[in-house]
């Protein structure tokens, strides 16, 4: 008989806490703040996970070698938060499990009293693990969107995460309505000015989590592919040095936000470098690691959710 989700996400969180426990040397209340939950389900965890015979004389899942390269990453890139999934053998750049745990995430602070502002990204990864998250009733908290929710074509944007995510929470919510790219600085300059949008961006600069994508930019870049730029930007801004973006934000490979091209025509909320709140980036691929070690290098995130392929490339050098 087949695993449900329900069992396996719970001997997941048995491997985490036996991980914890046996290996890392951590007391049970440490587990359960380090988890999120409370010492008594931290104590059930780390007994199932015995019971289960996930740990004799080391953990026997791969969570444990996922929980290693967590531990190495936070290391080597100084991370607040960091969690390495096991990669699909079957479908080695699905998101799914990296959405799984972004999902996570999102609900651990959904689900905390202490009220809250969460602001989010876009994108295939975004819309992933938002659709992960069951439904809940978050009043409390603020939900803000970090990218402008309208596509060039004037309709809204299909990957725009913001509204979906206040659906399954009721939580209030803050869109940026605006084009992701305005047709010029000028623009730009001047529609920020209004007080609305103003507002947004002042609540989101002011978010206990973000939580982003990561794209890259070369030929097959996203901003491009779904006709937010034409090839000509696209070259320019290759042309400058852009190897990534982080919320439509250019960034070179050392992390600099870069300096014209399409990044003068945005609406996107700024990035503070160093990420100054709990920012973290959910991204995986051959083709995102380049990305993702330029926005860890550049501290644009001080958070990382991937898989162990990207991982173990992301530690080569």
């Known amino acids: 008989m087949a695993t449900s989700d329900t069992e396996k996400s719970k ?30 389900t931290a104590q059930r965890l780390v007994s199932l996970c015995l019971s289960e015979r996930l740990i004799t004389f080391k953990l026997e899942h791969p969570i444990a070698a996922c929980m290693e390269l967590a531990a190495r990453l936070t290391d080597k890139f100084s991370l607040r938060y960091c969690e390495v999934v096991p990669t699909d053998g079957v479908a080695p750049t699905s998101v799914t499990g990296v959405a799984n745990r972004a999902a996570a995430l999102l609900e651990s602070m959904l689900r905390a009293e202490k009220p809250a502002i969460i602001a989010i990204g876009t994108g295939r990864t975004m819309r992933a693990a938002v659709e992960q998250v069951p439904p809940m009733d978050c009043p409390n908290h603020q939900l803000v969107s970090l990218v402008g929710n309208i596509s060039p074509d004037g309709s809204a944007s299909f990957f ?6 206040a ?5 209030r919510h803050y869109p940026v309505p605006l084009p992701v790219f305005l047709a010029s600085d000028a623009e730009r300059q001047q529609v920020l000015k209004i007080a609305p949008i103003s507002r947004v961006r002042a609540l989101a600069e002011k978010a206990d989590l973000r939580l982003v994508g990561i794209g890259q930019i070369d030929q097959n870049a996203q901003v491009y592919v779904d006709g937010f730029v034409t090839r000509d930007e696209l070259l320019e801004m290759l042309r400058l040095g852009a190897v990534a973006e982080v919320t439509a934000w250019a960034i070179d490979a050392e992390g600099r936000i870069i300096n014209g091209g399409m990044n003068k025509r945005l609406s996107s909320v700024p990035l503070p470098i160093p990420a100054n709140n709990q920012t973290v980036a959910a991204a995986l691929g051959p083709s995102k690691v380049v990305p993702i070690r330029a926005a860890l ?4 995130v001080n958070g990382l959710i991937t898989d162990e392929a990207t991982a173990q490339a992301l530690l080569k050098n």
Do not use: F, M, P
């Open 160 to 165: 725009d995460t913001l509204a979906r995510l």
């Open 167 to 171: 659906d399954l929470t009721k939580a």
């Open 11 to 40: 001997l997941e969180d048995a491997a985490r806490a036996g991980w914890l426990y046996y290996i890392a040397g951590n007391t049970q209340d440490e587990i359960a703040k380090k988890l999120k939950v409370s010492r008594a």
């Open 297 to 300: 290098i550049g501290r644009v």
